[in-house]
Antibody, heavy 122, light 107 residues
């Protein structure tokens, strides 16, 4: 079965850039929406974006100017880059697999990583 | 953005009870509505997609209904493992927003 594992720093300074990696095992990343979401006490669950079908991306407009999602199919990994960090970016970050019909999430997000806590603080 | 509003925010219940959680969208989302269960320290788990279709492996005591703007998740005969927080999510339009959650705890 497909499993996802996030990796990256737990502490990042304000104004710096967060880089997270999601390693997918048990399946290929050649299909589905490979997604990033986050969860904080203040904002609840928030969808960040996804990459699909060989490099196409879809981002939350509220984060679009600061976010890049990319992939390395040869390593079965995808990545989150979030720039110009602020304290409000402190959250548990999840990578996940989603599926839909036309760039939507009709079938939901069915596989999640365990999550990684990221704190933005000097 | 489509706002998703769940009610109640919390609910104290007992094993064996039946509970219904409501999720309302700020505009029509057809049946693009997903339900998740989350336990402390764990990632959310997909329970249901397309408003009423059970994800594989989810017990049949979970059921969902609704279309348009109003949706419900019903859990019949609560089991100890069902005490958790439940979230709805609209999968209709970007950004794909979640409700604020409904926490079920033991009375």
């Amino acid at each position: 079965q497909v499993q996802l594992q996030e990796s990256g720093p737990g502490l990042v300074k304000p104004s710096e850039t967060l880089s997270l990696t999601c390693t997918v095992s048990g399946g290929s990343i050649s299909s589905y929406y490979w997604s990033w979401l986050r969860q904080s006490p203040g904002k609840g669950l928030e969808w960040i974006g996804y990459i699909y079908y060989g490099g196409n991306t879809n981002y939350n407009p509220s984060l679009k100017s600061r976010v890049t999602i990319s992939e390395d199919m040869s390593r079965n990994q995808f990545f989150l880059t979030l720039r110009s960090l602020i304290a409000a970016d402190t959250a548990v970050y999840y990578c996940a697999r989603g599926e839909g019909v036309l760039s939507d999430y009709y079938y939901g997000v069915d596989v999640w990583g365990q999550g990684t806590t990221v704190t933005v603080s000097s | 953005d489509i706002q998703m509003t769940q009610s109640p925010t919390s609910l104290s219940t007992s094993v064996g009870d039946s509970v219904t959680i409501t999720c309302r969208a700020s505009q029509s989302i057809s049946n693009y509505l997903n339900w998740y269960q989350q336990k402390p320290g764990k990632a959310p788990k997909l329970l249901m997609f397309a408003a009423s279709t059970l994800q594989s492996g989810v017990p049949s005591r979970f059921s969902g209904s609704g279309s348009g703007t109003d949706f419900t998740l019903t859990i019949s005969s609560l089991q100890p493992e069902d005490f958790a927080t439940y979230y709805c999510q609209q999968g209709y339009s970007n950004p794909y927003t979640f409700g604020q959650g409904t926490k079920l705890d033991i009375k």
